[in-house]
């Protein structure tokens, strides 16, 4: 992918879910590109995305995964958030569904605690 080819990914894509919106088919092209390179690979196929966030066949029909992922980045249907979120994982955004407040409640347990 050139560069005048790239997309950029929305900082409102990259949000924990509640604020989530979802991503359009060239943002979610761009993350299999990244996750990719961060694999070693030019980007990830079709399959291995599929593999990848769990939309994979479970045995009735070879290469469902992979036309699910095909819908995905052809707008004819929205990545589910968690799918999303591995992939920006894998890409180098981090830990999207982890927000300021969650991550305090989990380090701090009387952070909501007025009584303690």
């Known amino acids: 992918m050139s560069q005048k080819d790239k997309v950029n990914v929305r900082p409102e894509t990259l949000r924990p879910f509640p604020e989530w919106e979802p991503p359009s088919p060239d943002e979610i092209r761009?993350?299999?590109?990244?996750?990719?390179?961060?694999?070693?690979?030019?980007?990830?196929?079709?399959?291995?995305v599929a593999d990848l966030v769990g939309?994979?066949?479970?045995?009735a029909g070879v290469g469902k995964g992979s036309?699910?992922?095909?819908?995905?980045?052809?707008?004819?249907?929205?990545?589910?958030y968690g799918a999303w979120s591995i992939l920006c994982y894998e890409a180098g955004f981090g830990l999207i569904w982890r927000s300021e407040g969650?991550?305090?409640?989990?380090?701090?347990?009387?952070?909501?605690?007025?009584?303690?």
Request: hydrophobic fraction near 30%.
């Open 55 to 59: 939309a994979s066949s479970t045995g």
């Open 30 to 48: 761009q993350v299999f590109v990244l996750a990719g390179e961060r694999r070693g690979l030019k980007k990830l196929t079709g399959a291995q």
């Open 102 to 116: 969650l991550e305090k409640g989990l380090t701090d347990p009387d952070a909501d605690n007025p009584e303690a």
């Open 67 to 80: 036309r699910t992922v095909r819908k995905w980045v052809g707008g004819e249907s929205r990545i589910p």
